[in-house]
């Protein structure tokens, strides 16, 4: 079986085939660390972590960079006149760009860690890599696909890059047309676009042989890829809002001054809708990822409800399928403590073996097909159906209990470890009131302290031995 990705520039189903046999070197673009990371941002950096899970499930070596853009991201993207979001964001908050940049950094990692996603291998940010970015400049500059201008700005000179438009389908001449010329007249062509830029208001300015300044958005990840992976990359990633201008200027920029193809695989996750609209702060539909721990939601939760629909597929997040989720993570925990009392020895039936081997091969065969996570949680959920009907007991358990680990780990599923090693008075008191408030048939204080529980992180769970409390 070979595994088959969508590639948005051949827009069809390739087969991934690495440069290097074996090894995948992947880009996934990161946070802009001005403001607090949203679950639309974590759906595409947990389908990130979703393939690099699968690709070392299916014995690949991952290395894996994703980048921190703390300087030179634009409020609009498509447009040069934009306001860095860096020198936005500090005069919204009263902090310097560099202060803003520290503290979403420590939340965006914080997230990360709530949502178990595997650390990459380098979090390169953009403005230690200045050095990386003038010399790619200086490259295109030499080379001709560059110029300056009197103010002290360095454009990319589209025109003479050919395949400008292949990765989004825009056409050259479309995006001519539809220029707004008057944006900026020191532009030989208003689809070029900024490698350098100079603004004596902007707090984050380097020297540079153009100028004090600061860099484009483009230009960082072309040279923090190239440093750590090499000129050519097997998979690049992002959201589908990346697509164009942010990667089809990274390809421009990254071929010409490299003289090689940037990337061979380019995969990209569709947005991300609440209650079927956009995210908006004025409709309270827009949740941090800390919005929905304060709500009492686990990392699991949250990771299956992210990750439930196929990646090229719009996804509609809504707290009933969150509820629903979190159910499920219950249910896959409950599972897992159980077969682990259970397993010991390995004596497994013929007709266990072949059962778990079927379901493992139709796991990978799902996630072959362009990681169709549909099918993979339906194998998965089928597996622990399965163990709850057999109550499997020494090898037995352990078989299933094995079975079942590997393709939760691909899921990222079941890694929060913490367990309550000394009970918490006050949540112990809570959980007292509770059972006396079900005694008493007050189902709305039951209900109420049940959601003061969940608030703290933690779930009831109805055992023989009474009730108890898990981490949610």
């Known amino acids: 079986m070979t595994l088959h990705l969508y590639n948005t520039q051949s827009k069809k189903l390739e087969e991934l085939v690495p440069q290097t046999p074996g090894k995948v070197r992947m880009y996934n673009c990161g946070p802009t660390v001005y403001s607090s990371p949203h679950i639309g941002n974590f759906r595409s950096f947990l389908v990130a972590d979703l393939l690099r899970r699968y690709l070392e499930w299916r014995g690949f070596e991952v290395h894996q960079i994703m980048n921190l853009t703390d300087v030179g991201h634009l409020t609009n993207d ?253 249910r896959y925990r409950d599972l897992r403590d159980r077969l682990r009392k259970a397993a010991h020895g390995d004596a497994v039936s013929a007709e266990t073996q072949e059962f778990l081997a079927s379901a493992r091969q139709r796991f990978q065969e799902s996630m072959d097909d362009d990681m169709n996570v549909s099918v993979g949680l339906a194998v998965i959920d089928e597996l622990v159906s399965e163990a709850n009907r057999r109550n499997p007991q020494s090898g037995e358990a352990q078989a299933f209990l094995d079975q079942l680990l590997s393709l939760w780990d691909v899921f990222g599923l079941l890694e929060q470890e913490a367990e309550i090693q000394e009970m918490d008075p006050a949540l112990q008191k809570l959980l007292d009131e509770r059972e006396q408030a079900r005694a008493n048939k007050d189902f709305e204080a039951s209900d109420r302290i049940r959601d003061e529980i969940r608030a703290a992180g933690f779930v009831i769970v109805d055992t023989p031995e009474g009730p108890q409390l898990k981490p949610a």
Not at 171 to 198: C, H, M, Q, Y
Request: proline share 4%; with cysteine.
């Open 78 to 330: 498509e447009e040069e006149s934009g306001e860095d979001k860096m020198e936005a964001a500090s005069r919204r908050e009263k902090k310097t760009a560099w202060q803003i940049a520290e503290s979403y950094i420590e939340e965006f990692f914080a997230a990360c860690q709530l949502l178990s996603l595997r650390p990459a291998h380098e979090y390169p940010r953009a403005t230690d890599h200045i050095q990386e970015m003038q010399d790619m400049i200086s490259a295109l500059l030499e080379r001709g696909y560059a110029y300056t201008t009197d103010q002290g700005n360095v454009y990319f000179e589209v025109s003479r890059f050919a395949s400008y438009g292949n990765l989004s389908g825009n056409k050259s001449d479309d995006l001519l047309a539809g220029a707004r010329i008057e944006v900026n007249p020191e532009k030989r062509d208003p689809r070029d676009f900024a490698l350098w830029k100079t603004d004596d208001a902007h707090q984050m300015q380097w020297d540079s042989p153009w100028g004090r300044g600061f860099p484009g958005w483009h230009i960082e990840c072309s040279a923090m890829s190239r440093k750590y992976l090499g000129d050519t990359l097997d998979i690049h990633t992002g959201g589908e809002d990346n697509i164009f201008p942010h990667h089809e200027c990274e390809i421009a920029q990254s071929e010409c001054a490299n003289g090689q193809p940037f990337v061979r695989h380019w995969l990209h996750v569709r947005h991300l809708l609440v209650d079927g609209a956009k995210m908006s702060k004025r409709a309270g539909t827009f949740f941090t990822l800390q919005d929905l721990a304060d709500k009492g939601y686990g990392g699991d939760a949250v990771r299956l409800a992210l990750l439930k629909v196929h990646y090229r597929e719009p996804l509609n997040f809504t707290f009933s399928v969150l509820d629903e989720t979190q159910r499920k993570a219950e």
